[in-house]
C-alpha cells in the first residue's frame, strides 16, 4: 500500500478540512401518521414501515423505560 513520503503541512490540512461540508438530511411524510421520517427506515413516531408496524422501532436500547 502506498504511504505519504512526508508529512502534510498543517496549512495544507486546514485547507483541505475547509471544504468539509454538511448536507441537509433528507426527509420524507409518513403516510400513516404525516410525520417527517427518513427515507428507507421505519417511522420514529408510529412505527410503520411498508404497511406494517414495528413496535420495536419506537423504543430503542438508550431510551430508558
Ligand atoms: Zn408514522
Do not use: F
Amino acid at each position: 500500500m502506498a504511504v505519504p513520503k512526508r508529512k502534510m503541512s498543517r496549512s495544507n490540512t486546514r485547507a483541505r478540512r475547509s471544504q468539509w461540508k454538511t448536507t441537509a438530511t433528507t426527509l420524507m411524510t409518513c403516510p400513516q401518521c404525516k410525520a417527517d421520517k427518513q427515507p428507507h427506515i421505519a417511522c420514529p413516531s408510529c412505527g410503520a414501515y411498508n404497511n406494517r408496524r414495528y413496535a420495536e422501532a419506537v423504543r430503542t436500547e438508550h431510551e430508558a423505560r
